[in-house]
């Protein structure tokens, strides 16, 4: 998921939760205008520890995932058995 995407999560979640974004911002200690950029897809980044307290707020937490891509024998061996 890239940041925009959350960006859209994070508005979504926080209309849900009935939040202005002036008092997400105070809630979390993070700026408004930063938040109204993060929303609209307009921010390139946000560190870590400002993203968790929002996140914290609308009662949302990051996880991650570990993605194991195929090697090029396992391609190999694939496309030799689909075949």
Same mark, same amino acid.
């Given at each position: 998921m890239q940041l925009s995407d959350l960006g859209l999560l994070i508005r979504k979640k926080r209309k849900q939760a009935g939040l202005s974004i002036q008092t997400l911002a105070e809630q979390s200690n993070v700026h408004r205008t930063? !938040?109204?950029k993060l929303e609209n897809q307009r921010l390139p980044e946000m560190g870590y520890a400002k993203l @968790? &307290? /929002? !996140?914290a707020v609308l009662e949302l937490e990051l996880t991650t995932k570990t993605t194991v891509l195929p090697t090029l024998n396992d !391609? /190999?061996?694939?496309? &030799? @058995?689909? @075949?």
């Open positions: 930063m !938040l109204s @968790e &307290r /929002v !996140l !391609l /190999v061996r694939m496309n &030799r @058995e689909a @075949e």
